[in-house]
């Protein structure tokens, strides 16, 4: 949809851009604090862009995501506690990510998205309380982990798992499946009847929504080597992904990191403010009502116009493209 | 075990009428209200508020008609029928915005109210009536309780059937467009229908603050009953969502009695998961979902 130039330019750009963040950590004279900061804002540009998967391409509001973040923090604490080794944990918490998506999908992705939404949230709740009842992982007070000396590792794992989302979604958005999450989004009737598997599709989308936050969750619990189940199963952790998502953008590649930064930025100027948890609570509240109101197209839709929706242009282009390949196929 | 029964019933009748102030809300407006629960919370500690000048909470219960009707009609007009109209993703929108007014309830509720438990007192505590034959007892407390549950079902339905206003509601919910053909102002009378859904969302509250821990995440638990009924009876669809509620009032009664209170909210989950698996659309009847 960017003419050729305007495309290359972009591309050089994201690459230097990429160039500085891994050579600024080695820069011994910034402050760590900075550094924890910019771990933080990839976990969350991560984690809103694996909400937007499901969220905004798909339209299926996902109000228990933390869901897949706590289970991946659990399952690195309770590897690590069997005596696995940190790097191996995460993998696996990445199955077992997938796998809670597949139980998780199985009842609520049949349902309307109005009652998708209150279902994950409910299992978010639940399983919250269930976290807090399993001794083993250490119940309501929390699951110690062994310590790590070196912060700066947790920096380039971020990075990474940050980079890979992105190229994901990005393809995810060129390709066949950002077209039937679309459509999908758009009319889930219409999909069907266009041939869209919409159950299957929904399913691809919710699992791979899941494990990006899983292995963010596993390398956080690494992070700050102590988890309880009311942190990392957190709705407000949900509520930030969502609103980083919908204040960005849903539905675009760079929507979700316009969200994650301006979010975090946002954060860091009001907690500076006013120091209580309460107030920042109604803050989240009144953010989601405000976007809900005025931009529920994000800032990305805001620059580019209300007129008429990007998406919506997206998809009548896209329709074209790929209608004409079904159609003459069916001529044959 | 017959004690555990009679109290699931009770209780039972009041989460009638928080299934059906979810379920107008969205058979209606095609508004699933998020916040539910945290309405009921604001009711609760109305509840508790009233009870602090030594009145009974029950008292409260007209008072929450004088708040919540205008409540409800101002967020409906001005927040929600903007966002359904606004966007071509409007429902989806609707559901973040009762997200965001759940969110600020529930911290407003922190902040002025303050995270310790509280209980309304009611003259009535500790009053019983003991059967002796069957051998149970039944609080006074309980027995009202299930007593206004029943009269806001009777009651709601009466005025549905019987007045103008009633008859309008019902015909926007059978056909939107030839309502408005027929000269209802479906924006005004939709807005008092939300107005209603709060109301009797609250008088759940106020009624639930005289025998529950009153606290301002108790919304939580609330929402998820509330969606449970609506899920097992289908949407909008009445007798279904009074028989939801008193099986849900059973099953947390039951399961405080046979295993602990801490087991209700996943026996409760666990029992809408398989219903969602086998059946999304509603068991007592075929709701749209």
Redesign the interface.
């Known amino acids: 949809m960017l003419k050729v130039p305007k495309n290359n330019i972009n591309r050089i750009v994201l690459v230097l851009l990429c160039i500085f963040l891994i050579i600024l950590p080695f820069n011994k004279s910034l402050n760590r604090y900075w550094i924890r900061i910019i771990t933080s804002v990839f976990m969350w540009i991560c984690l809103a862009q694996s909400w937007n998967i499901i969220g905004g391409y798909c339209g299926r509001l996902n109000f228990g995501a933390s869901v897949f973040f706590g289970v991946g923090a659990y399952t690195t604490g309770a590897l690590m506690k069997a005596g696995i080794p940190f790097l191996l944990t995460l993998p696996i918490c990445s199955i077992f990510s997938a796998i809670l998506a597949i139980i998780i999908g199985l009842p609520t992705l049949k349902l309307r998205g109005a009652y998708f939404a209150i279902a994950t949230w409910a299992f978010a709740e639940v399983l919250k309380e269930t976290a807090t009842l399993i001794p083993y992982i250490g119940g309501t007070s929390g699951l110690p982990l062994p310590p790590v000396l070196q912060p700066e590792l947790f920096y380039f794992l971020m990075f990474i798992v940050m980079i890979v989302t992105n190229l994901h979604v990005h393809f995810i958005n060129k390709g066949k499946l950002g077209y039937e999450l679309k459509a999908i989004r758009e009319d889930e009737d219409v999909a069907e009847v266009i041939g869209v598997d919409t159950f299957k599709v929904k399913l691809k989308a919710f699992i791979l929504s899941a494990i990006y936050p899983g292995i963010c969750g596993g390398i956080f619990a690494q992070w700050l080597t102590y988890i309880f189940p009311t942190d990392v199963f957190s709705g407000f952790r949900t509520d930030e992904m969502i609103i980083m998502v919908l204040l960005g953008g849903k539905g675009t590649v760079i929507g979700p990191i316009i969200g994650a930064i301006f979010f975090i930025g946002f954060k860091e100027l009001i907690w500076t403010q006013f120091a209580s948890s309460s107030f920042y609570i109604i803050f989240l509240g009144l953010f989601f009502v405000f976007v809900a109101l005025f931009i529920p197209d994000g800032i990305y839709g805001v620059v580019r116009g209300k007129k008429v929706s990007t998406l919506r242009r997206d998809i009548i282009k896209n329709t074209k493209y790929f209608l004409g390949n079904i159609i003459s196929k069916k001529e044959d | 075990m017959l004690q555990a029964i009679v109290n699931g019933l009770l209780v039972g009748s009041l989460y009638s009428i928080i299934g059906t102030g979810l379920s107008l809300s969205?058979s209606l407006l095609h508004v699933?209200d998020?916040a539910v629960g945290d309405w009921i919370m604001m009711g609760a500690y109305i509840g508790c508020f009233v009870s602090l000048f030594k009145l009974d909470p029950f008292i409260a219960i007209p008072g929450a008609f004088i708040i919540f009707i205008p409540v409800g009609y101002l967020i409906y007009r001005k927040?929600i029928s903007?966002?359904l109209k606004?966007?071509?993703?409007g429902?989806?929108?609707?559901?973040?915005?009762t997200?965001?007014?759940?969110?600020?309830?529930?911290?407003?509720g922190?902040?002025f109210f303050g995270s310790t438990y509280r209980r309304a007192k009611s003259i009535l505590l500790g009053r019983a009536i003991d059967l002796p034959i069957i051998g149970i007892r039944i609080p006074m407390v309980r027995l009202i309780v299930g007593l206004i549950g029943i009269a806001i079902l009777i009651g709601l339905f009466l005025f549905l059937k019987k007045t103008k206003i009633g008859n309008a509601i019902r015909a926007i919910s059978q056909d939107m467009f030839a309502a408005k053909l027929m000269g209802i102002k479906t924006d005004k009378v939709l807005g008092l229908t939300y107005g209603i859904s709060l109301t009797i969302t609250a008088i759940a509250g106020i009624a639930l603050s005289s025998f529950v821990a009153v606290y301002p995440e108790m919304g939580?638990t609330y929402?998820?009953f509330a969606?449970f009924i609506v899920?097992l009876a289908g949407v909008g669809y009445l007798p279904g969502v009074i028989m939801g509620g008193i099986i849900l009032g059973m099953i947390e009664s039951l399961t405080s009695y046979f295993f602990s209170d801490?087991y209700v909210?996943?026996t409760v989950?666990s029992f809408?998961?398989l219903v969602?698996?086998i059946s999304?659309s509603g068991i007592f009847r075929k709701g749209?979902?």
């Open positions: 969205f699933i998020m927040f903007r966002v606004n966007d071509f993703s429902v989806l929108m609707t559901i973040v915005l997200f965001g007014f759940s969110t600020v309830l529930r911290g407003s922190l902040i939580t929402t998820l969606f899920v801490l909210h996943i989950f809408l998961y969602l698996l999304p749209e979902i």
